[in-house]
């Protein structure tokens, strides 16, 4: 069992930046990757950057050169860095990390979610 918790989540202006992280807990041992995702209203949920044991950080196309995920193993937390937020990136971020990675991050354990709001 692994627990998540993200915290970093709130409202800014287009062009702004917000860092979201997430810690770990429980079998931290079992960690081989750990994940974003996000989910739109309506949508399914979708990965927006990950770390995987072995592997460079991968990330989806939209937010290529604006985000940057970082794991701090020490700490066991994940970041993500946010820069020129766009009104299309509003969505609740997830927290995602177990010891076998699937797109749908459904072999690991979620956090419980945070809402990132782009708007002026």
């Known amino acids: 069992q692994v627990q998540l918790v993200e915290s970093g989540g709130g409202l800014v202006q287009p062009g702004g930046s917000l860092r979201l992280s997430c810690a770990a807990s429980?079998?931290?041992?079992?960690?081989?990757?750990m994940a974003w995702y996000r989910q739109f209203p309506g949508k399914q949920r979708e990965l927006v950057a990950a770390i995987i044991t072995g592997t460079s950080p991968v990330y989806v196309d939209s937010v290529k050169g604006r985000f940057t995920i970082s794991r701090d193993n020490a700490k066991n937390t994940v970041n993500l860095q946010m820069n020129s937020l766009k009104p299309e990136d509003t969505a609740v971020y997830y927290c995602?990390?177990?010891?076998?990675?699937?797109?749908?991050?459904?072999?690991?354990?979620w956090g419980q979610g945070t809402q990132v709001t782009v708007s002026s």
């Open positions: 429980g079998s931290i041992v079992s960690i081989n990757y």
């Open positions: 995602n990390a177990g010891p076998s990675y699937h797109p749908l991050g459904k072999l690991g354990s």
